[in-house]
């Protein structure tokens, strides 16, 4: 399992639906298995669905009119 120190993001692709999940780390609170449901519209990873603005950076998200990621702690 990794850890928050050793990666920022995980990208993962939804075959059937050609769907790009750019989850955070610590987004998955630790779990060992995360579930990821495009055809649900208030899923717990929906927020992640074609999330690419997460991976600007600040200023450039910020110039692209993108949230940017949330701060490291």
Do not use: C
């Not at 449901?37 to 690419?52: D, M």
């Amino acid at each position: 399992m990794y850890s928050p120190d050793q990666l920022d993001f995980f990208a993962a692709l939804v075959i059937p639906v050609d769907t790009w999940y750019i989850l955070p780390i610590r987004a998955s609170n630790h779990q060992p298995v995360i579930v990821l449901s495009p055809h649900l519209t208030k899923s717990k990873y929906g927020p992640y669905q074609e999330a690419w603005h997460l991976l600007m950076g600040r200023a450039a998200a910020k110039s692209q009119g993108a949230a940017p990621p949330h701060p490291r702690k």
